[in-house]
């Protein structure tokens, strides 16, 4: 490959103003991604060239701090949700994206936030996030599944994670290891095709086969002082656990969004009978435009490291989960058999809102992690 | 349009929708499965083509235009033709907090309503006790269970309400009427917050150090660590609470050294010498007040604790209790939009918040901007709100100056 090729693909483009940006993602979004949803839904298709385009429109960058100042969290939410409307998928992948970019910029290592971040916010690179494990580790809910081993200029690392998201033999994830031997973590850039990694299929879903989810096999995968993300791991994650949880919030308003407009889009010929049912779209709306406007707000401050503000964040992404589980089924329960077709959105909906619901920090997770922060500190 | 008159006009593309399953035939885009291709008008489709995805036939295809969704929502009046289930449906009362406040609205507004669907929200165990007993049961030295006037699920059954217990409330959706919990999301047509306040520790004081006594939880795992020995134990802050617990720490056989900032205890009734009083009470007892110096850092050394002061003094102490005062946690408060001034600003006849459908009483509300954390008024408010929210007679809350009295045993104190 010419150098010069890699040059010109990895120039940052300038971010568009907010409104361009959200235009070209509908743009991309109403159009091929709707032609392939179906076919991501349920076929596995990983649409990495409409990655790609939402990449290069700044989609999944808005949030990253670039020459022209401090990054725009709301309006990366905002494109995850333009996407998530049409395809829950691929607002998931887009949150794997924007968080694995996070991670770059957040690191201080030269080595990634040179020319890997610049690819990666081209698209050029594109890569996911293995911190559903370490996140539960975290919260105290389950023990971690990376262990690295100090060597001569890095580390070892062994171990298998399920279900990683966005990845493919040339992607790449932010992974999380506790270091034997001590009670502190590493985290770092982990390559699908570095040698001691293997990517191995995962049995299939009921819903969004296509994010390019794999489980991660490592055996003595050699980690050097490059590919650090964050050593000891720990002060990063508490920096940067706000800003990652709050992202996700772009999914849960799409795919709400999309539910409410399946409800309005029967009301011509239903709501005669609709208006018997418990949730209309009227009023899921005020309640999906209340928690926009409380995520707005937040994204202002989305690496106020407080526990009272992380509180906050864990607080709206679980409404966000709550309400797309509530406005999926209710939209369902609108549009009666023809919500049912297998070839409807609407069904494929519901699937979509469970899974917000369930991916790592699942509700219940939530809930938990709330209890355990809101819980006043004593002597032990 | 077409301005100039001279090419032929193409019409508009149209949709026409199945009557019997909702797809939609968009001119457009024709039906490419059945061979129909795009642009292909709806008039010329042959009369044996079907429904793609249902199989019924071109007659049951009426024309369609894709609604608007501000357009159709005019068209409901307020929410709808008729007001949705989720509406309709009793959600009751909520009350947030198990402390006195919390079970004092739950009995006077069952009084009021035997009806009424009541929950009751806690972040503790929801047991009933008497929080001004904590301190004196460390003087005559009560077991812990004896503390407890009811258990909180015999006092839930007995005023038929549900108790969540453990449970934190974390925010509200005013609009929606919602109360979101770490234990789901529970509606509400009036809601009471009733969660009083928090202990207020100053940065200097790490929480992992020194204890605060607002609660039985936390009394009963000082107990614990204080044990059946005497102790030594420094309390930071001689108001009213501080010095209370000194006294009752003093009666129980342990060893007191209790700072302020100010030269004398009780400093706020300073007028009424209630410090010098105070100190003339306790000349028998194991206190040593040291007035005048502020905590400059608190640090665990071995196997106790030391306490600097910015002037340089140093104690150790085996335990360390901080009462510096309280503050109202703000959390809910904001995500309902209440007007706060110091705590939950409120009415100060009707108790109610600048949200309608919201009260507040107790130790989380202000009136004027100023607090009045204590017991008196706790059941004349509870009646206050029970009364409006039961549509009885109104009952207004009437402010009356509140009588302290120091509970120190060689001399109790009544301070105005």
Redesign the interface.
Known sequence: MNPADILHECVVPTLPPADELLAAVRSVAQGQLKQQVDAIDRQGLYPHAILKELAKAGAMSAHLDSPQGSGDYFLAIQAMAEASKVCGATGFMMWCQAVCGLYLQQSGNPALMGDVLTRHVAGVGMGGTALSNPMKSYAQIESLLLKATKVDGGYLVNGTLPWVSNLQADHYCGAIAAVAGSSTEVMFLLRCNAPGVALRECPSFSAMEGTGTYALRLQDHFVGANDIIADPAKPYIARIRAAFVMLQCGMAVGITQGAIESMWAVEPQLGHVNQYLEDRPDTLQAELNALVARVRKMAQTPFDSSNEFFIDVLDARAHGAELCLRASQSALMHQGARGYLMSSDVQRRVREAHFVAIVTPAIKHLRMEIARLSAEEMPA | MNPEGTSPVIAEFLQF?CRA???IYDEAVGDADSGLAAGTRFTDIPDDWACP?CGVTKSDFDPYT??S?DA??AK?PG????V????RHRAGVLIVGAGRAGWQMAEHLRAADADVPITLVT?CAGDVYDKPLLSVAMARQLAPEKLVREGGTSAAARLNLRLLA?T?A??I?A??KQL?T????LRYDQLVLAHGA??ALPTTLP??????INHLG?YL?LRA?LGDSPKNVLIIGAGLIGSELANDLALGGHHIVLLDVQAEPLARWQDMQAGRQVLQAWKTLPIRFVGGVKVATVEKVASCIRVTTECGQQFEAD??IAATGLQTPS?LAQSAGLAWRSGISVDPKTLSTSQPAIHAMGDCITIDGQPSRYIEPIARQAKTIAAAIACCEPEPYEQRPVVVRVKTTSMPLTLH
């Open positions: 929708i399953c909702g797809l995805l894709p609604p969704p159709l929502c409901l929410c709808g033709p008729v949705s289930i989720r509406q972040s453990h934190h974390i925010s959706s609009d929606s979101r770490t234990r789901g999301t928090q202990s929480a992992s150090l020194c204890w605060r936390a795992r660590a335990q360390v959390r």
